[in-house]
């Protein structure tokens, strides 16, 4: 692989060990996967900051890289922690695992890092550009800045990302080539989607109908690149399809499978731009194609235990927009009562200080809910904390928290699990 | 001994017992900190990889897996990997890890118990008669 005169002195240790590895490290992933050359790179998401999924050999690590003195050279943001930077105490996170989270947040910040702590970077100032070439880790924020910002990234291993923020370049090689974009899977939305067990208004245009079509797509495509379409061209048009749903959509096929890349017939910019029109014509090949009924949805449905009484609600995998928040608010406010279970409604930072202005925090936290920043339910500790039967609007979540939380899974749309924690 | 050529992903030699799983992973989630399978979907769910070469054909999820294979190759846990098609998250693991890791290698041929050697400097899996 070519390295410029400059490139090869880092790759040669000649201004120390860590720049050293950071280079080793993304000159074998570009040798590996055929890269001629390093690239720019304008931004970088880091993942891999809650000290619950790194554990004491990540902070360890995070520590070394950190005295080193190196910072990043890019604008560079964070996945969420473990807890709520400034509220965990209320909130009752374990004193412990505080501590050792604080430990982690300090050394990215001794690097350079913006301390966001958000999965959604996307929604609070970390905007990639169409076709800027960007080191992203956080599987949903790379699908979601992929597909519907059209930004070129591969899903880049916590460690590699960060590499590449200090280094400011990434090899050349997979979703960054044009040529590696294609999609590879038809995949045909052959459904009626008022007919979908969930209980909201205008399920076509609802997060949780699209966490279940990704948790079913994904583990069939595996990493393949999926070409959405909707059977009845129709439905397309007037659509308006809000990002929740695309980023719930491309959030639960990384978790369920390993897909970094979706194309949507009329609603992603890659699709609109080079393939809607091959396919309209009919050049577009496939390896394979799938029709998704409604009862592969259905199906998708029955795994989880809808009709368990509620522990925890929560919204916000990935983290919640300002809309989602509107939702919850707009429903409280009409049902004037107190919730019977805890609400956790995950957020940024960015977000939460528009809630507080607009009076929407201060609406959730009467009814007896929360909102939580720099963390979420997937990274925080919540078996410890004595949850159990977590409801949840977001096809990710109810892939992870079976197994990386123990939890037992109710699944919903905002609507439906705001009115169950009210009235069960 | 039988030869499989494939592709090295991360250096190293390593020989020992093989657990397999068929379907793909997320170690974010999948495997626990001591190396127990927790992902309920999957196989090998309740089983360990500790002190086996882990094969597998790709990961899936989390983009976190990368530190939980550094962990548990720095805890001496897992010696080794061999994929069909590694992607970047779990290739950053090894390498990091520094345990050997082999690609494109046709994982069929191999069943649970085999011993193998896992030749990351050239790429070469050796399943013991």
Known sequence: ?????????????????????????????????????????????????????????????????????L???????????????????????PEDFAKKQIEIIDYFEKMGIELGCTCTPYLSGN????????????????????????????????????????????SYYGYHLDEN????????????????????????????????????VGRIVKNGIPYF??????KNDGLNIKSECLKGLGAALAASGGVALYHFNGITPEAICTYDNQFDKGNLKFDD??????????????????????????????HSGMSEIKTIVDILLEEKKQLKTDLWVCTSIYTKAIADRM?????????????????????????????????????????YLPNFCSSEVIYGSIEELIRKGLNQ | MEELKGRIISKGYVEGEIIISN????????????GIVTDKENELYGKSIANKIFVFPTGKGSTVGSYVIYGLAKKGLLKGIVNQDCEPIVATGAILGKIPLVDHVDISKLKNGDKIIVDGNNGIIKVEN
Not at chain 1, 229 to 234: A, D, E, I, L, R
Not at chain 1, 363 to 385: R, S
């Open chain 1, 359 to 399: 009076g929407y925090t201060k609406i959730i936290e009467d009814a007896g809910g929360k909102l939580v920043v720099d963390t979420c339910m997937v990274v925080a500790p919540i078996e410890k904390m004595g949850y159990k039967y977590v409801a949840t609007n977001s096809g990710k979540a109810a892939t």
């Open chain 1, 181 to 216: 974009r294609t999609p590879n899977f038809k995949i045909n939305l052959d459904l009626d989607f008022e007919k979908i067990g969930l209980k909201c208004d205008n399920k076509i245009n609802n997060m949780a109908s699209y966490g279940l079509i990704g948790r079913y």
């Open chain 1, 1 to 69: 692989m070519y390295l410029t005169t400059e490139e090869e002195k880092i790759y040669n240790g000649e201004y120390g060990e860590t720049l050293e590895m950071c280079m080793n490290l993304i000159v074998s992933l570009g040798d590996i996967y055929g890269a001629e050359k390093l690239i720019d790179v304008t931004s970088a998401q880091v993942s891999g900051v809650s000290y619950k999924t790194i554990g004491e050999k990540g902070l360890e690590f995070l520590r070394d890289m950190s005295a080193s003195g």
């Open chain 1, 229 to 234: 379409n909707f059977s009845n061209k129709q």
């Open chain 1, 289 to 318: 194609e799938i029709t998704i009924t409604n009862e592969m949805i259905e199906e998708e449905l029955s795994k989880f235990n809808n009709d368990q009484k509620i522990d925890l609600i929560c919204i916000g995998c990935p």
């Open chain 1, 71 to 93: 910072k990043v050279s890019v604008p560079t943001t964070l996945n969420p922690a473990g807890m709520d930077l400034i509220d965990y105490k209320n909130i009752g996170f």
């Open chain 1, 127 to 170: 905007v990639p550009r169409f076709r800027d070439h960007i080191s992203w880790a956080e599987s949903s924020a790379v699908c979601y800045s992929n597909s519907v910002l059209g930004a070129y990234t591969n899903r880049e291993g916590g460690p590699s990302a960060l590499a590449s923020a200090i280094l400011g370049k990434t």
């Open chain 2, 23 to 34: 379907s793909p992973i997320s170690f974010l989630g999948g495997v626990s900190e001591e």
